[in-house]
């Protein structure tokens, strides 16, 4: 996939990612599968995008930074939405601070990308074509933190991982 295709997918499943945040939708464990397939899909565009190139030790420590920050702030946003019980379903909805933590956590993405061209051109590429495992990581860190959260919920049906079909 090349850069301008990413960056194009990537805006396209970050508005979509903000949009499902924002608004009233019922929790289930099978949220987090989404996380999985982003990270999936990201891992190989990763793949694809570095080939066989040469990456420095320091645009992977740039990634690893990006990867973490994004699951940092992924734990973040999960406090920052609300969720209720209503005939026996869990329910969430973030607000204002959920989606600015997103544009946030992009904001450090692209810093980290500016930064790995410049510092450790070889990287470029790497952290460049990163941002759908960003996502996946940073959406799988809320969502877990969410589940647990659910979980503590008077009226709240079992959630576990292992419900996910």
Same mark, same amino acid.
């Given at each position: 996939?090349?850069?301008?295709?990413?960056?194009?997918?990537?805006?396209?499943?970050?508005?979509?990612?903000?949009?499902?945040?924002?608004?009233?939708?019922?929790?289930?464990?099978?949220?987090?599968?989404?996380?999985?397939?982003?990270?999936?899909?990201?891992?190989?565009?990763?793949?694809?995008?570095?080939?066989?190139?040469?990456?420095?030790? #320091?645009?992977?420590?740039?990634?690893?930074? =990006? &990867?973490? $920050?994004? !699951?940092?702030?992924?734990?973040?946003? @999960? /406090? +920052?939405?609300?969720?209720?019980?209503?005939?026996?379903?869990?329910?969430?909805?973030?607000?204002?601070?959920?989606?600015?933590?997103? #544009?946030?956590?992009?904001?450090?993405?692209? =810093? &980290?990308? $500016?930064? !790995?061209?410049?510092?450790?051109?070889? @990287? /470029? +590429?790497?952290?460049?074509?990163?941002?759908?495992?960003?996502?996946?990581?940073?959406?799988?860190?809320?969502?877990?933190?969410?589940?647990?959260?659910?979980?503590?919920?008077?009226?709240?049906?079992?959630?576990?991982?292992?419900?996910?079909?």
């Amino acid at each position: 996939m090349n850069g301008m295709l990413s960056v194009v997918i990537g805006v396209a499943v970050l508005g979509w990612v903000i949009w499902n945040q924002v608004r009233v939708r019922e929790f289930t464990p099978k949220r987090v599968r989404v996380a999985g397939i982003l990270g999936i899909v990201g891992v190989v565009e990763i793949a694809q995008a570095t080939g066989l190139a040469q990456v420095s030790t #320091l645009g992977w420590v740039l990634l690893v930074t =990006g &990867l973490a $920050v994004g !699951a940092a702030l992924g734990l973040l946003r @999960a /406090a +920052t939405v609300n969720l209720w019980v209503a005939d026996g379903k869990v329910f969430t909805q973030g607000h204002w601070g959920t989606a600015a933590l997103w #544009l946030v956590g992009i904001g450090v993405h692209v =810093g &980290l990308d $500016v930064l !790995a061209g410049v510092v450790a051109p070889s @990287a /470029a +590429t790497l952290n460049s074509s990163s941002i759908l495992l960003f996502i996946a990581v940073s959406l799988g860190a809320q969502g877990l933190v969410t589940m647990q959260r659910a979980r503590s919920l008077p009226g709240a049906p079992a959630m576990t991982l292992e419900r996910v079909r």
